[in-house]
């Protein structure tokens, strides 16, 4: 069983810069990928990064690529998402999901994040 909670999310205007925590239960963290996804009213939910669990191996959305980046601390449990040079079109509910096999769909992640809320203003 995982457990993930993600924060960092707020309002931030066009051209700047958030970074987005999730924090893991359990005592096998580096055994998991973890991934972020995120939905914006309306739309489906969008594959944004990944990352495998002790490679540090990683893999963006084509969105994204450029600006955002992935990276976790497997002593403290813990995926982030640096996210630099925002869009409006970057708005929506980011969610953190974790799985034991790699995978760029929502359906290839088994346990999810409550989502924590981005706004780019512009």
């Known amino acids: 069983q995982v457990q993930l909670v993600e924060s960092g999310g707020g309002l931030v205007q066009a051209g700047g810069s958030l970074r987005l925590s999730c924090a893991a239960s359990?005592?096998?963290?580096?055994?998991?990928?973890m991934g972020w996804f995120r939905q914006a009213p309306g739309k489906d939910r969008e594959f944004v990064a990944c990352?495998?669990?002790?490679?540090?191996?990683?893999y963006y959305g084509d969105s994204v690529k450029g600006r955002f980046a992935i990276s976790r601390d497997n002593a403290k449990n813990t995926v982030y998402l640096q996210m630099n040079s925002l869009k409006p079109e970057d708005t929506a509910v980011y969610y953190c999901?974790?799985?034991?096999?790699?995978?760029?769909?929502?359906?290839?992640?088994?346990?999810w994040g409550q989502g924590t809320q981005v706004t780019v203003s512009s």
């Open positions: 990352i495998s669990g002790s490679s540090g191996e990683s």
């Open positions: 359990g005592r096998t963290f580096s055994r998991y990928f």
């Open positions: 999901a974790a799985d034991q096999t790699l995978g760029w769909t929502r359906s290839d992640y088994y346990y």
